[in-house]
T-cell receptor
Framework: AQSVTQPDIHITVSEGASLELRCNYSYGATPYLFWYVQSPGQGLQLLLKYFSGDTLVQGIKGFEAEFKRSQSSFNLRKPSVHWSDAAEYFCAVAPNTGGFKTIFGAGTRLFVKA | DTGVSQDPRHKITKRGQNVTFRCDPISEHNRLYWYRQTLGQGPEFLTYFQNEAQLEKSRLLSDRFSAERPKGSFSTLEIQRTEQGDSAMYLC?????????????FGPGTRLLVL
């Protein structure tokens, strides 16, 4: 079955510290991969996406993600977290034949402490 | 602002009532999606339109749910005889449909509470 697993329900990091959010997927073939961020009361904002090519993908707000085919993972990283990064982060996959029926993980809520 | 908009942003209703939500996609986008997001979960796909044609429906979309996109622009999602289990955030997204490598852009959502 197709699925996305975000093992950490919530993570707390200190401001200025590095961040890594984990994402593993189960899919028949290499899908397209996405990370979205959702602030309270807001819709989803796309941080970055992977379609093919370079497995290290740069996104907005200083985020990057690395696709590892052997591990079926697409972990999100940021070298230095800002208080404004506190939000919910969703990893998602979509079939590489078209972007509909995107499957989302359950999300990881990030708390940032001063 | 040319982003995806949704109306209303919040809706409180009593069980058994009908509700209707509206989504206005980005103007040049011909694909439109509806998702449902419950507390503590990621969005779940409900249905998808290519222009005015509804091409895919999830089994989550029971017969009490109906979605339309009559002119290939805005879309409505109606829930009849609401149940408490319908309480959720309903998200709309749109994409350009230019090919497989498309990105969905999400609206702010409509939060429904069924009492």
């Amino acid at each position: 079955a197709q699925s996305v697993t975000q093992p950490d329900i919530h993570i707390t990091v200190s401001e200025g510290a590095s961040l890594e959010l984990r994402c593993n997927y189960s899919y028949g073939a290499t899908p397209y991969l996405f990370w979205y961020v959702q602030s309270p009361g807001q819709g989803l904002q796309l941080l970055l996406k992977y379609f093919s090519g370079d497995t290290l993908v740069q996104g907005i707000k200083g985020f990057e993600a690395e696709f590892k085919r052997s591990q079926s993972s697409f972990n999100l990283r940021k070298p230095s977290v800002h208080w404004s990064d506190a939000a919910e982060y969703f990893c998602a996959v979509a079939p590489n034949t078209g972007g509909f029926k995107t499957i989302f993980g359950a999300g990881t809520r990030l708390f940032v402490k001063a | 602002d040319t982003g995806v908009s949704q109306d209303p942003r919040h809706k409180i209703t009593k069980r058994g009532q009908n509700v209707t939500f509206r989504c206005d996609p980005i103007s040049e986008h011909n694909r439109l999606y509806w998702y449902r997001q419950t507390l503590g979960q990621g969005p779940e796909f409900l249905t998808y339109f290519q222009n005015e044609a509804q091409l895919e429906k999830s089994r989550l979309l029971s017969d009490r749910f109906s979605a339309e996109r009559p002119k290939g622009s805005f879309s409505t999602l109606e829930i009849q005889r609401t149940e408490q289990g319908d309480s959720a955030m309903y998200l709309c997204a749109s994409s350009s449909g230019q090919g497989a490598r498309e990105t969905q852009y999400f609206g702010p959502g409509t939060r429904l509470l069924v009492l």
